[in-house]
């Protein structure tokens, strides 16, 4: 283990804060799935819909994030250390703070107080990691592109959220433009700041040289991150707008596959032996693109946004098909955590087994087929992973334990 490593595993054990958070965040999506089937005296549904949503964005993709470029940049910006335990602690308060806020609360004053500290931490977070001038110093193009791009969409993403409370402030009441402006979020959120950042960290812990950068591979990785701009539109596609609306996403999401598939295949000969969380969560991303590309055809445009559970399936194959994956993969290669081959196939197991039954009965209701039983089919499910997370959770702790005994022993 790296000394950057040991530093957070003994001061302040990071990894361990964020996979107990991923603990939190799969017990309050089991309970969203329970209030499917029964009820829950005194809670609001809609209440622990934000709180989970919000908490995984910021207690845990975005706390897993900021770790994995402070491990993979630490050269430099172990300089600025301080500054990043400021900001992992103060996220780690405001995600816990939203959770409860908006479970007990909803949108109301102080959980809007609490997300816009959220959005002034991660604009901390990307003016330090530009001002370490890493990205400037790595030599990998794939890396250097995917990585600003991502924290320039992670500035953008907060336009929404502002241009929202504008909306609201007026008393402007189109809905339509009230929920594009979470779109506009989510997506900049998600297939911007979360998935390029991951992706460009994945490149940056499994190419083995720098003959990634070409022109070819540079032109592709910056048509494959500039396209993430105008698929915006994708979102937008619920309200029926007009055909070159459409166009832009056909446009756009091609574009998107298009480079993606491109850019897999030119550095695929560069690649370590990929593992198979990894292997996983880039079938889990190649099949979003091509998810993306049909929304583009209105007749099943139209239909995909009439279906709640294909809406929930898309962000969940984004969210637990490829982002959790990628960071439990990159953990493990950093030293943060141990994931043994065994629990690694059980997760993949459980997120198969959600997204076929998301997917499958929004598929079936086509011919009029429709499941007896699904909240509770999905329920069960639900249920198994948190105790998932907890293994993956229990398994670091004695890792990091044997480690310390380890260290301990060679130092007699």
Known sequence: MSSFSTYISRKVNYPVWILLNFVVLAIAGALLRYMHVFTMKGVNYQFLLHAHSHFA?????FLAIILLFFYYFR????????????????TTVVSFGMLISFFLTGYQSVSIILS???????????????????????????????????????????????FLGYL??????????????????????????????????????????????????????????????????????????????????????????????????????????LSFLAKTALLAVSLQFVCQLLIAVPQIGNWAFSSRNLIVGYIHLLTLGSLSPLIIDLFSRAGFCRSTPKLNYIFTANVVIYLVILF??????????????????????????????LAYLINTIHYQKQKRTAEIANNI
């Open 116 to 162: 816009t500290c959220f959005i002034f931490i991660s604009y901390w977070f990307a003016f330090v990691v530009f001002k370490s001038q890493a990205l400037k110093k790595s030599n990998h193009a794939p890396v250097n592109i995917l990585l600003k791009y991502s924290l320039v969409f992670l500035v953008i993403s907060s336009f929404g959220p502002f």
């Open 360 to 389: 499958g009965s929004a598929f079936l209701t086509v011919f009029s087929i429709y499941i007896q039983h699904l909240p509770l089919y999905l329920f069960l499910v639900n249920l198994t992973l948190p105790f998932i997370g």
């Open 168 to 273: 609201k402030g007026s008393g402007f009441k189109d809905m339509a433009l009230q929920q594009n402006s979470i779109y506009f979020y989510l997506h900049f959120q998600l297939n911007g700041f979360m998935q390029l950042a991951l992706l460009g960290l994945f490149f940056k812990s499994y190419l083995t040289t720098d003959l990634s950068a070409t022109k070819s591979v540079v032109f592709w990785i910056k048509v494959f991150a500039i396209s993430t701009l105008p698929l915006y539109a994708m979102f937008t596609l619920w309200t029926k707008p007009a055909n070159w609306v459409y166009a832009v996403v056909f446009v756009s999401a091609f574009a998107h596959l298009l480079a993606w598939v491109i850019l897999i295949l030119r550095l695929k000969p560069q690649f370590k032996p």
């Open 75 to 90: 050269t430099d910006i172990i300089k600025l250390k301080t500054q990043f335990t400021q900001i992992f602690l103060l």
């Open 57 to 61: 964005f910021a207690g845990w993709m």
